[in-house]
C-alpha cells in the first residue's frame, strides 16, 4: 500500500515546519497582526522625543540615527547604574524556567521567544556581550550576543509583544520581574524614536489637552452632562455634577475611556449616581481629565511628565483629596511611583470618607483613594440602600486586572462590593483570578487594532477561564475594575466565548443603587429590561 | 469487525498519536509544554487540541454530523486562525486523518480485515471534514475583521452619538432599506 504523506512531510508552503535553531539564531518576521505601527513624526514632535520621522517597522531602513548602537548601550550603561533592581535581574537569571510557560502570550502563540524568560533573555544577552567580562572574551559560548540591527528589531518586536502584567514574576523563584525589563526596553527604543503610535497618540494627546483622545475640556464637560440626560431618563433624578470646583473637598479622576467608550460609560453613570446619592462634595476636573497615563509605556520621564497633573489639579482647586475610579494601570503610576516621583503631597490631607469617617491607611502616602475601597466602605457601613436583584438578569464573574491586583493587592473589596450588588456570581478557576490573574491580553499600550491577531491570542487563557464558568453555570458578565478591559474584553469575549458581555463594577452599582426620589426601574443602564420586566420595557419605547 | 469498531478499540492510540502531529507543528519547546501542561486553565491551547479531536474522532466513528463536526473543528480551528500559521498549515491536521489511520491500523490493513470501501469511506468523512474546516477558518479570520471595525467604531461611538450624527446616519440607512443603524 502507498504510504501517504504526514501534511508535514508535504511542501514547506504547506506544512508548518517550525524552527530547528536555536532562539539566538531563530530570524524575527514581522508578520501582520503581531505589532503595531511606529510613531508618528508628528505626536513625536510634540512631545520632543528623538529622531521624529514617520516609518513603518516592516520597512528595512527604520531610519535610525547613525549612531544609535552607541545611544543604546550608552542608555543602558546609565540605566543599569541608576536601577539596581535592572542589574540584579541581568545578573541572577538562572534560567530554572519556572517563569516560561506562565506568559499568557506564550500560552496562547506557542513562540518560545514570548517565555519571559527568553524575552529578557534578548536584552540581558546583549549585556552580557557589552558589560560582563565571561561575554566580552566568549561571547556567544557565555550567552553573549552582539547588539545588530536584527537584535534590535527584534526587541522592537517582542518588547511590544509584553503587556508588562508581571504575572511572570510571581513564580520566579528570585522575584525576577520581566515587566521591568521590558520597561527599561521600550525607554531605550525610544532614545532613537522607537515607539508605537498607538501609545505615542495618546501620550501627545494628553500632553497636550489633559486626555488620551485630545478631547477639549467643554466636549469632557458636555460629555459629562449628556450621562446626566440618561440617568435622568432612565429614574427621573437630575443630578448635577461641578467641574474644576475650588473649594470641593475631593477631586474624582477616572480614565477618558469611561468618558467615551461603551461599556465604560455605563461604569461612569454609576459613578455619578453613586455620588450624589451620598451627597459628596466632589469636582470633576477638565484638565486632570485623563486617570491612564500611557507615559508610563514610554519612559519614566514621560510617565512623570502626564501624572504631574493629578497634583497639580488637586493643589489649584484647594480639594482635601483625591479619589480614583476604576482604571488599571493609573494605580500602578499612583500606587507605585506618583508619591515619590510628583509627591510628596504635603497640602493635601489623608482621605477619610466624610460619609463614614473611616480613614484610609493605604492611600497615606499618596493621598488618592482607590474608589471600590471607597464604595466597599459604604457598604460596609450600611449607608447605601442596595436591590441586587436589579442585577438578576446578570450571571457575573470577576477579572482581576493585572495592575490592582498584582501591584496593589486588592483582591477582596471588589468581590465584596459584587456580592453586595449582585446575586449571581462564580469565581473562575483559582490559578487564572487573583494574584495569579491572566491579563487581557491588550494592556501597556498595546490595544490597538492591528495589533488584534496577537490580543487574541494573548487573552486566549483569559478567555479560556471565563469559557469554563460561562458553560458552568451560565455566567454572562465579566467584570472588570480597569478601562483597558472594558475596552479590550468585549472584543475578546467575542471571539473565543460569544454570549458573555462586559461591566465595570460601579455599572453593578448604579444597577443595584436605590435612589432617593427615583422613578420604578424598569431597565438597567443599557436598557436592557430587569429581570422579570421584560414585558414592560415594550412600553417604554 | 468494522472499520468504526477497530478505530474505536484504538482510539487512545489514535488520539496520541494525533496530538503529536498537531503539536509537532509548533517549536520543540512548545510542543513539549503542551503536552506536559495537563491542567486546562494552564494550557487552553493543549485542550482544545484535546476536546477538539476526541470529538471529531467519535464523529468519524459514529458518522459526521455537520453541526457537531463544525463545532469540534472550531475548538482547534478557532485557536491556529489566530496562531503563526498560513490557512494550509492551520487545517493541514485534517488532512493528517487519511495517514493516521492507515498508520495505527496498517495490521488490519494487510491482513484484510478492513476492506478497501471501508477505507474509502473513512477518506470520504475526511474530505468532507476538510470541506466543513474551510467554512470554520473562514468565519474565524471574517469574525476578527469584523470586530476590528465594531472597535473603531466604538471608539467614537459615544461622541458621534452626541453630537446628533448617529440618528441622522442610521436614518439614511434605514431609508436606503438596510438594516438599522448602531442603536
Ligand atoms: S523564573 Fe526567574 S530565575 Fe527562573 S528562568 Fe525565569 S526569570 Fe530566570
Ligand atoms: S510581564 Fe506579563 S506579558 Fe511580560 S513577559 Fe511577564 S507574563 Fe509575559
Redesign the interface.
Known sequence: ?A??????E?AA????I???TGWMDTPTEF?Q??WCYGAKAKNMEVLGLPNPRDWSPTDADWKLPSNWKEIILEGLRERIGRFRSLRLFMDICVRCGAC??KCHF???????KN?PVLRAELLRSVYRKEFTTAGKILGKLAGGRELTEEVFKEWFYYFFQCTECRRCSVFCPYGIDTAEITIIARELLNLVGCNIDWIAGPVANCYQNGNHLG?QPH?FK??IE?FVDEIEALNGIRIEPTFNRKGAEILFITPSGD????PG?YTLMGYLMLFHEIGLDYTWSTYASEGGNFGFFTSHEMMKRLNAKMYAEAKRLGVKWILGGECGHMWRVVNQYMDTMNGPADFLEEPVSPITGTKFDSAKGTKMLHLVEFTADLIRNGKLKLDPSRNDHLNVTFHDSCNPARGMGLFEEPRYVIQNVCNNFHEM?P??IREQTFCCGSGSGLNT?EF??MR??GG??R???VK?VHDMFGVNTLSTICAIDR?VLP?LM???VPGVGVAGVHEMVGNALVMEGETERTTDMRGEPLAGMEDSEDEDI | MSLENVLDQKREEFLIKWFQLMVDAYPAETAKFLKREKNPFANPVGRSIHEGISGILDLLVRGVEHGKASEFLDRIIRVRAVQDFSPAQALAFVFDLRGLLRDVLVKEIDEGGITADELALFDAKVDELALISFNVYTACREKLYEIKVEEIKNRSFRLLQKAGLLEEISETREESGEKGGDQ
Open positions: 500500500m504510504k501517504i504523506p504526514k501534511a508535514s508535504m508552503t504547506l506544512s508548518h517550525p524552527p530547528q508578520k497582526g503581531r516560561a510557560d506564550f500560552i496562547g502563540s506557542g513562540d518560545p517565555m478631547i466636549a458636555d460629555m449628556f468618558v467615551f467608550a461603551d460609560t478557576p490559578n487564572t487594532d488584534l491577531d487574541m491570542r486566549l487563557p478567555a479560556n477561564a469554563h475596552a472584543p467575542d471571539y473565543w
